[in-house]
């Protein structure tokens, strides 16, 4: 399943099919039985298009990691992935160093839930990594 689930990765990255498209087809290969909502929930600014970090909670079983993008401070990416292919979709992530697929790793390894990283430079491109 790891191939399918890197084919599905590769045309989310470039651009052949979108976030949405691609969710019900990662969570299938998941085999998961319950789906969680897409889109943004309570906690999204629509103004601003932007979600608060939450903060980590050791021991609460996250399901699926979340990575957001946004570019020139808009949201491009918004892409949930079953734990189980989280390493997969890791190895994906552009610019991604080895210091935090490490800590990313080893957040997913404790099953600590909450924001992992979140990184912004000052032209509004940035990456929210984090596990719900």
């Known amino acids: 399943m790891r191939d399918e ?3 599905v990765l590769r045309l989310v990255a470039e651009g052949r099919i979108t976030p949405a498209e691609a969710a ?9 039985s319950g789906r969680a909502p ?3 929930g309570p906690e999204a600014d629509p103004e601003r298009g932007s979600f608060p970090p939450k903060p980590p909670v050791p021991g609460s079983d996250p399901r699926r990691l979340r990575i957001r993008v946004k570019e020139r ?4 990416v918004n892409l949930q992935i079953p734990l189980a292919f989280a390493d997969t979709a890791l190895r994906m992530v552009p610019g ?6 490490s800590r ?3 957040a997913i390894a404790t ?3 909450g924001t992992i ?7 509004g491109d940035g990456v929210l990594i984090s596990t719900e």
């Open 38 to 40: 897409s889109g943004p």
């Open 73 to 76: 401070g808009r949201q491009v």
């Open 111 to 113: 099953r600590t839930a």
């Open 104 to 106: 990313i790793r080893a």
């Open 24 to 32: 019900p087809l990662i969570e299938a290969l998941s085999g998961a």
């Open 117 to 123: 990283l979140d990184v912004e430079d000052e032209d």
């Open 5 to 7: 689930l890197a084919i």
């Open 96 to 101: 991604l160093s080895d210091e935090q697929g």
